[in-house]
Structures are given as C-alpha cells and as structure tokens.
C-alpha cells in the first residue's frame, strides 16, 4: 500500500535509523513524486575540530543521509540504499552551534542503481557541502534496525 507524503513523513519522523539520531535529524518536508527531501541538522561542539567547524566527515554524512532518503521516498517501497560511491565539495565550513539544512534529491531510480545529490546549506542560504552518490535499492527484510524518536 503507498502512503501519502504526510504519512510517509509522520512514519519516517518516528522510525529513524540510529544514524539520524546520532546526527540529531530532523526531516522537514519530503515530495515522493519528485524524489526530494528537506531536513536539518544542528553543527553539535561534539561533531567540530579545532576551528569550531564541523568535521567534513561529519557533513558527508549528513549529506548521504539527504540522499539516500531521496531516493527512498521515490521508490514509494519499503527499501534500504547502501551507497556504493559517493564524492563530496566542501564549499565553506560549517559552524559550531548553527543549523545545517539539507535538501537530497533522487536523480535517477533505476532497478539495480540510484543515483542521487545533495546539499547543505547555512541558515543564510550559503552552500556548505554538495555530495553526488550512487547506490544499490535493496528491499528492506523485516522492520530493520531502526529507533523510535522520543517526542
């Protein structure tokens, strides 16, 4: 049964991978038509190096996590989407204590492969990090190892 993007968006909201939580997302807003999400991130001390920037790391998974849940909403199935390639621009630092939004796009579904973007931004609007990815679209066998996000 398909969901609707609203409740596609309360059930990927309350069942998170553990990733997601470590990492404090928040998702915004998603489209399954068009393979898009939006979410957000805040720049914890505990993710920054010495500059007080966050760790280019630590954005590249923000960024994968942007676009592999593009990519899951298009699919409109239950699917995981191990990434098997990505590369990353890092376009300006990302600051200690500040949000970080993201928008993931899914550029191409295929049956064995998905290709995907996405982007960071500062709360200015400022392009922090873009990320391009491959990935495989593996149905997801039973409920998978996932959280429920304490409200």
């Given at each position: 049964?398909?969901?609707?993007?609203?409740?596609?968006?309360?059930?990927?909201?309350?069942?998170?991978?553990?990733?997601?939580?470590?990492?404090?997302?928040?998702?915004?807003?998603?489209?399954?038509?068009?393979?898009?999400?939006?979410?957000?991130?805040?720049?914890?001390?505990?993710?920054?190096?010495p500059m007080g920037h966050v760790q280019g790391g630590i954005l590249a998974a923000m960024l994968d996590d942007a676009a592999a849940f593009a990519v899951i909403v298009k699919?409109?199935?239950?699917?995981?989407?191990?990434?098997?390639?990505?590369?990353?621009?890092?376009?300006?630092?990302?600051?200690?204590?500040?949000?970080?939004?993201?928008?993931?796009?899914?550029?191409?579904?295929?049956?064995?492969?998905?290709?995907?973007?996405?982007?960071?931004?500062?709360?200015?609007?400022?392009?922090?990090?873009?990320?391009?990815?491959?990935?495989?679209?593996?149905?997801?066998?039973?409920?998978?190892?996932?959280?429920?996000?304490?409200?």
């Amino acid at each position: 049964m398909v969901m609707t993007d609203a409740e596609l968006l309360e059930r990927m909201r309350t069942r998170i991978p553990p990733t997601a939580q470590l990492l404090g997302q928040e998702l915004l807003a998603l489209d399954s038509a068009a393979g898009t999400v939006r979410m957000r991130f805040v720049g914890k001390p505990e993710f920054c190096n010495p500059m007080g920037h966050v760790q280019g790391g630590i954005l590249a998974a923000m960024l994968d996590d942007a676009a592999a849940f593009a990519v899951i909403v298009k699919s409109q199935r239950r699917i995981v989407v191990p990434t098997i390639e990505f590369k990353v621009s890092f376009l300006a630092p990302a600051k200690m204590g500040r949000e970080i939004l993201a928008e993931g796009r899914c550029l191409k579904l295929g049956r064995t492969v998905a290709f995907a973007e996405s982007d960071l931004y500062d709360p200015e609007g400022r392009l922090l990090a873009r990320l391009s990815t491959s990935c495989v679209p593996t149905p997801l066998e039973g409920e998978g190892f996932m959280l429920e996000r304490n409200a």
